[in-house]
């Protein structure tokens, strides 16, 4: 079964961008609006397992409007960027971690799991014909590659499907929040929840991002550009934001992070920063964090610094935590020190100017 996907097809483009018009869209991309030449599919299906693993030309898929994924939200994804270095070679950051989470998504959206080194070579395979597609190592440019699976089944009863694809697109990409390292206002969701006890929201699936939208408007409205979200329950604890984890620095220099209690998504930079914090000496706690805490913390001045990270965000400061009933912090603070640093530190490490001392990089090509 498994060795069936090692045989990949590859159909070329016969609609390749030409190279003047791509080269206008990596000096200045927007991000997830533009997308490479090929995409990956690798098909699954019960009692055949995968099979089929192809590059094709990027184009629309054909499918049936009684397709499962449709109707019933059987969906996962991943988020993983290439990183172009100086002598042009391009890298990527712990792909293992990503292939294993969209492990842990499927199980949870009863998919079938993709093995870990299909997801890798998966993105060998499209950087093999796109790896133009990545931008120079300059304003935060990259390559981020966007792995999902779908129930692709035609069939309208509610069970497990037994038919799924895996599909990888990519799209070059420069920061994700347009005011580069400015920090960033967060909205404080009030009114819906994000995940509850024993629900999704440790896999990287859409429905949950759906269940976030809402309050994401209200916040674009308030002028915030993420929302943050509290535990389901009590609406007491700070759990994460819309597309990124949360970290808190306090003026004694230890850091806080929420805690992974089920209902939060393991973050790949997440745990790359409680690394990279650890390797200088400082000491992180994983817990429970309440906004009780975290008000009485920036009123204090107990708390110096906020900022999020996560794949497409990278590291980025928060400034201020609102919501219709408060303002929490100043209106336009300075980044914060630490904050700029460790982005300095992983996006170096991403861009081969800073050692990998953990081994996190893998080569594409
Ligand atoms: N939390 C959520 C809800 C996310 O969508 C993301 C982005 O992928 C993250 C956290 C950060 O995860 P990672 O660092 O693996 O990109
Ligand atoms: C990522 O950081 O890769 C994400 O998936 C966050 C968001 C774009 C959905």
Redesign the pocket.
Known sequence: MADQTYEWTVTHSENKLPAAEREAILDAPV??TKFTDHQVVVTWEQGKGWHSASVIPYGPIMMDPAAAVLHYGQEI????KAYRHQDGSIWTFRPEMNARRLQKSAHRLALPELPVEIFVESLRQLIDVDGDWVPQPVNEKTL?IRPFEIAAETFLGVRPAQRAEYRVIASPVGP?FTGGVKPVKIWIALDSARAGRHGTGEA?TGGN?AASLLAQSEGYDNGCSQVLFLDAESATYIEEL???NLFFVYRDGHVVTPALDGTILHGITRDSVIQLIKDRGISVEERKVTLDEVRAGVNSGDIVEMFAC????VITPVGQLKSRLETIGAEDPEPGELTVSLREELTGIQYGTVEDRHGWLVKLS
């Open positions: 991000f997830g994804f991943e988020g993983i981020y994700y990287k991002y819309g597309g990124m996560g794949t497409a965000a």
